[in-house]
T-cell receptor
Framework: QQPVQSPQAVILREGEDAVINCSSSKALYSVHWYRQKHGEAPVFLMILLKGGEQKGHEKISASFNEKKQQSSLYLTASQLSYSGTYFCGTVASGAGSYQLTFGKGTKLSVIP | DAGVIQSPRHEVTEMGQEVTLRCKPISGHNSLFWYRQTMMRGLELLIYFNNNVPIDDSGMPEDRFSAKMPNASFSTLKIQPSEPRDSAVYFC????????????FGEGSRLTVL
């Protein structure tokens, strides 16, 4: 079952912050985040494993609350280059390691 | 190193025709995925290969779809006969070990069936 992402779309001005949420109805083993620019392939951002860890990559970080089966992606001081569609992917606990199911994405537009 | 290579990048065909999409994964990767992306359904996993063996094809929508991986450096996704509802972007991705790590996606093959 697909994870649910919110919001579906968001528009930011440069320098503003954003949070993208991802929730699942299943117990999760891992959450993955990818970004896809228009007409391009999805590009990996990070993986979070159960254990409630938080990861960061420059000004993009994420958290994973395994009890709530939720993850959030935090983008701080957004840059024009952050524009794109962000996908969360989930692997359910007990599922095959390959069964990465993606949400429908959150379209982020950063404007000057 | 080259990334995942897919061909063709664009394919326009008529309903009923056979379509073959090709993928060359990153050398050394033992996992290969075929995904289909549409506006309505997002990214859907079609089939997964591990060490050239199909592990799960439950995402393949119909018998019209088939996939092969004859060796570690080549995979094909075939649609025969094609239908307009097959129009989508088809992505191939490879990784070192399933979804435990990063998936490297190819640029995709955009298929339009008229």
């Amino acid at each position: 079952q697909q994870p649910v992402q919110s919001p579906q779309a968001v528009i930011l001005r440069e320098g503003e912050d954003a949070v993208i949420n991802c929730s699942s109805s299943k117990a999760l083993y891992s959450v993955h985040w990818y970004r896809q620019k228009h007409g391009e392939a999805p590009v990996f951002l990070m993986i979070l494993l159960k254990g409630g860890e938080q990861k960061g990559h420059e000004k993009i970080s994420a958290s994973f609350n395994e009890k709530k089966q939720q993850s959030s992606l935090y983008l701080t001081a957004s840059q024009l280059s952050y524009s794109g569609t962000y996908f969360c992917g989930t692997v359910a606990s007990g599922a095959g390691s390959y069964q990465l199911t993606f949400g429908k994405g959150t379209k982020l537009s950063v404007i000057p | 190193d080259a990334g995942v290579i897919q061909s063709p990048r664009h394919e326009v065909t008529e309903m009923g025709q056979e379509v073959t999409l090709r993928c060359k994964p990153i050398s050394g990767h033992n996992s290969l995925f075929w995904y289909r992306q549409t506006m309505m359904r997002g990214l859907e996993l079609l089939i997964y290969f591990n060490n050239n063996v199909p592990i799960d094809d439950s995402g393949m929508p119909e018998d019209r779809f088939s996939a092969k991986m004859p060796n570690a450096s080549f995979s094909t996704l075939k649609i025969q006969p094609s239908e307009p509802r097959d129009s989508a972007v088809y992505f191939c991705a490879s990784s070192l070990s399933g979804s435990y790590g990063e998936l490297f996606f190819g640029e995709g093959s955009r298929l339009t069936v008229l």
